[in-house]
């Protein structure tokens, strides 16, 4: 299996704030990597895909980067409908696998 | 508009069986694969299998081969995910979501584009 890690598991930050969530694979993935976002008692939502590519009608301000095992999401200006938890998932290897999220907190 | 929409919450005692649906519509059924994810309560994401509607051909994680069952009905466009003898750990919210499939070679290579609003299933004495 490729194992996910994501950190931090939480942070707290201030809207206007740039946020940087990490995900770290346990060996490389050649950029198949999406992000989602979730927030409380909803479905996730796909905001990025190979890494860097913005779903359709996702903010700019969302953004992605990363090769080999090291990939980050970045919130350039943090709104007040951005705090959620944010999970990655590697589709590198057919045994699909999420990180454990990062939960993303209003200071 | 994409959309999918799933069974509601169900509340069964262990050793009964349960199949939820997932029915799909606003683009070709058929021609996407569809998958379902667990959510434990508190905890994070976990997929556990595709469907391709169209022929039924389906992939299952090692983790949950054997416990469920996916399959799929393209006559109403819908994916159902089934127990045959549900325990409390299967106590869990379940989404389905489309899968976009970027392997050529291999299908079950690929992400999440459209999401259920989610079956809360309880499986408790």
């Known amino acids: 299996d490729i194992q996910m890690t994501q950190s931090p598991s939480s942070l707290s930050a201030s809207v206007g704030d740039r946020v940087t969530i990490t995900c770290r694979a346990s060996q490389g993935i050649s950029n198949s990597l999406a992000w989602y976002q979730q927030k409380p008692g909803k479905a996730p939502k796909l905001l990025l895909y190979?890494?860097?590519r913005l779903e359709s009608g996702v903010p700019s301000r969302f953004s992605g980067s990363g090769s080999g095992t090291d990939y980050t999401l970045t919130i350039s200006s943090l709104q007040p409908e951005d705090f959620a938890t944010y999970y990655c998932?590697?589709?590198?290897?057919?045994?699909?696998?999420f990180g454990g999220g990062t939960k993303v907190e209003i200071k | 508009e994409v959309q999918l929409v799933q069974s509601g919450a169900e509340v069964k005692k262990p050793g009964e069986s349960l199949k939820i649906s997932c029915k799909g519509s606003g683009y070709s059924f058929t021609s996407y694969w569809i998958g379902w994810v667990r959510q434990m309560p508190g905890k994070g994401l976990e997929w556990m299998g595709i469907i391709y509607p169209g022929d039924s051909d389906t992939r299952y994680s090692p983790s949950f081969q054997g416990q469920v069952t996916i399959s799929a009905d393209k006559s109403i466009s819908t994916a159902y995910l089934q127990w045959s003898s549900l325990k409390a750990s299967d106590t869990a919210m379940y989404y389905c979501?489309?899968?976009?499939?970027?392997?050529?070679?291999?299908?079950?290579?690929?992400?999440?584009?459209?999401w259920g609003q989610g079956t809360l299933v309880t499986v408790s004495s």
């Open positions: 979501a489309r899968f976009l499939s970027v392997g050529a070679a291999v299908a079950d290579l690929g992400y999440f584009d459209y």
């Open positions: 998932q590697q589709y590198y290897s057919t045994l699909l696998t």
């Open positions: 190979a890494a860097s």
